[in-house]
C-alpha cells in the first residue's frame, strides 16, 4: 500500500451548491445549460475529469474532479455562467488519487 500511495497525483475536487436566490434569477433554466455545456468542453480539453450532478433536492447541485490545481479551478469556476449569476455556489479542496482512476461501467 505505501508503494502504491507513492503513484497518487493531486487533483481538486469542487462541491457546487444552489445559491438561495437561485429560484429569482431569470433565465435560470437556460443559464444552466450554459453551464453544463461548459462543463462538456472542459471535459473534452481533459480539464473536468468527473462530473456528478446531483439532483436530491439537498443543496448540493454537484460534485466535480478537475485535473487542475486549485488557482486554476478557481478562474475556471468564477468565470461559470452559472456562478456568474448568482445560481451557484462552490467549495474547492484539494484531494489525491490514482491516474487512471474511473467510474465503473
Not at 481538486?12 to 450554459?34: C, F, H, M, Y
Not at 480539453?45 to 479551478?73: H, K
Request: aromatic share 6%; proline share 7%.
Amino acid at each position: 500500500m505505501k508503494e502504491m500511495l507513492t503513484t497518487t497525483k493531486g487533483y481538486t475536487v469542487v462541491i457546487l451548491k444552489s445559491a438561495p436566490n437561485r429560484s429569482q434569477v431569470e433565465g435560470a433554466d437556460r443559464i444552466v445549460w450554459e453551464h453544463g455545456r461548459n462543463n462538456f468542453r472542459l471535459r473534452a480539453e481533459g480539464i473536468l475529469s468527473i462530473v456528478c450532478p446531483i439532483m436530491d433536492g439537498s443543496g448540493i447541485s454537484g460534485i466535480s474532479i478537475f485535473n487542475a490545481p486549485e488557482e486554476e479551478v478557481k478562474t475556471i469556476m468564477d468565470a461559470d455562467p452559472g456562478v456568474q449569476a448568482g445560481i451557484f455556489t462552490y467549495e474547492i479542496h484539494p484531494c489525491r488519487s490514482f491516474p487512471g482512476d474511473r467510474l465503473p461501467e
